[in-house]
């Protein structure tokens, strides 16, 4: 590789992401991939810390892949693979799990909301998912991080374990830095604006899927949450109209005070009908792609196999030095 620096980011695989997912993440990450060196994986180990129907997660997961390839990742200029294909991974986990400290898992905030959703389930990998995401971006001794403002406290951990590891070990990790867009890091709910857009969420309306068709992303806007004004503002206790704007301007480009122009004297009606239209219409081609690579099975496959053979060959001669420092004996 050159001496540009190296952007790590993943995402699990639902087969079709939030728009939260793809404006707060994977949108950023094609326009990265000329000014730096990028690796993307689709996170099907993670996936696993919640209950999977097998088949539909291996279906999910190659759907994923060609999502991230219809959103603009190019297999060329990028290594794109999926994460149990890539061993390194499984092996640099254990290795930081007994580098991380239970009290340090027990604060994660998405720990214990899962904990709560799945009450019946709260495995051991769950609670050590964080060392697991530390490893995939330790794995490659990542500069950057590409992510929305939720996984800020799991890189945090992340940075946390590798500044451990390196004060027993002697300095070896990079410490990575998070890369939060400046808008729309935190897309929320349409049904409930206080509240992250999440793709486990019941309600079906809170969440727009990037794969939903015209007619129903627009009338998912349409019954989007708001309040008992009419004035198309960004201010303090607006939540719903606030997520709305920052959703516009982040599709449009158009800051707050050219979108409360553009709908002075007009109602939420009409701003909400705009938001869904801009939506649908930006995604469209993502859509069209997605249909076209999810038909050529065989080529993802080969893609997914040469992505991994690539991660693996740059992540193994991290996770051998590691292997070494922390006191294994050499395969030799
Ligand atoms: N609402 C969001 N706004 C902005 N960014 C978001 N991300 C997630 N939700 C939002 C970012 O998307 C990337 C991939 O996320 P993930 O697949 O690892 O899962 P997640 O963060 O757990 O996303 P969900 O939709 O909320 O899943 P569940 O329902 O399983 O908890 C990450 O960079 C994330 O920051």
Redesign the pocket.
Known sequence: MNDKKLIF????P?GTF?L??Y???VRNWGPLQDEYNCIYCV?DM?AITVRQDPAKLRRNTLDSYALLMACGIDVEKSILFIQSHVKTHAELNWILCCNTQFGELSRMT?FKDKSKRHPDDINAGLFTYPSLMAADILAYNADLVP?????KQHLELARNIAQRFNQRYGDFFTVPEPYIPEK?????SLQEPAK?????DDNPNAVILILDDKDTIIRKFKRAVTDSEAEVVYRDGKDGINNLMTIYSTITGKDYAAIESEFAGKGYGDFKLAVGEAVADHLEPVRTEFARLSQDKSYLKECCAAGAEKALRYSQRIVSKVYHKVGFVDKG
């Open positions: 980011s993943g995402i699990q639902t939030t939260g997912n404006l707060g993440a996170v993670h998405q992510v929305g403002a939720d996984q729309g890091a935190r897309i929320m992250k857009m999440s793709k486990s």
